[in-house]
């Protein structure tokens, strides 16, 4: 029975170097983040993710009786002389399954809290990464911050002849009001002119 529930404790240890490769190998972040997404939101990994916790439970008090058992085997072999070698060498077995449950069964807990905390990390990046994408170094990166500076430049480049164009106006219109001016002022000086030269006229025809 005890050989059973170890089998199946190494199994989970291999199912959790499996998943964790996944989640560390290189792929593209759509991939990543479609992977990320199904685990977080599909009922079936909810499901299995229970499981495994509730297994974590039962690992813990496995690693518990292995931890007992090795202290008792230690104690024993301490505190018991034994001159039997068939005897020796049944404490020495015993012995070494303590100690191979307990690292198996150790390792598979810590390495189980690393799996969830690289999970909850690698999603959040995810999401991250596509709520509000950062530019970071590499080829693609550089080429849509290139991207970025030529557009923003155009921009610029529109608002400076813009500001040119309405410059160029109002010196028109500064020109055309000045010459407007001008010409108002000759209309004046010759209108002022005529009516003298209307009222020389007339006073000379009164003298006659």
């Not at 807990?109 to 690289?118: N, Q």
């Amino acid at each position: 029975m005890a050989t059973l529930q170890y089998t199946g404790v190494f199994a989970l240890l291999l199912i959790e170097i499996f998943v964790f490769v996944v989640l560390i190998i290189p792929m593209p972040n759509r991939w990543r983040r479609a992977m990320i997404t199904w685990s977080s939101r599909s009922v079936l990994a909810q499901r299995a993710l229970y499981s495994v916790r509730i297994a974590f439970g039962f690992i813990l008090l496995l690693f518990a009786d292995a931890v007992m058992r090795l202290y008792k085997i230690q104690q024993t072999k301490n505190t018991t002389r034994l001159v039997d070698e068939h005897a020796v060498c049944q404490l020495k077995l015993q012995q070494f399954y303590a100690q191979r449950n307990t690292y198996l069964t150790g390792i598979t807990m810590f390495l189980g809290l690393i799996l969830i905390s690289t999970h909850t990390l690698v999603g959040q990046l995810v999401e991250g990464d596509g709520a509000t994408p950062l530019v970071t170094s590499g080829p693609g990166s550089a080429k849509a911050e290139l991207v970025k500076v030529k557009a923003e430049l155009a921009d610029a480049r529109k608002e400076i002849a813009e500001l040119e164009r309405k410059d160029r106006d109002m010196a028109t219109l500064k020109k055309q009001a000045d010459s407007s001016h001008k010409e108002y002022m000759r209309l004046a000086d010759e209108c002022d002119g005529l009516r003298k030269q209307l009222d020389s006229s007339k006073e000379t025809k009164k003298d006659a």
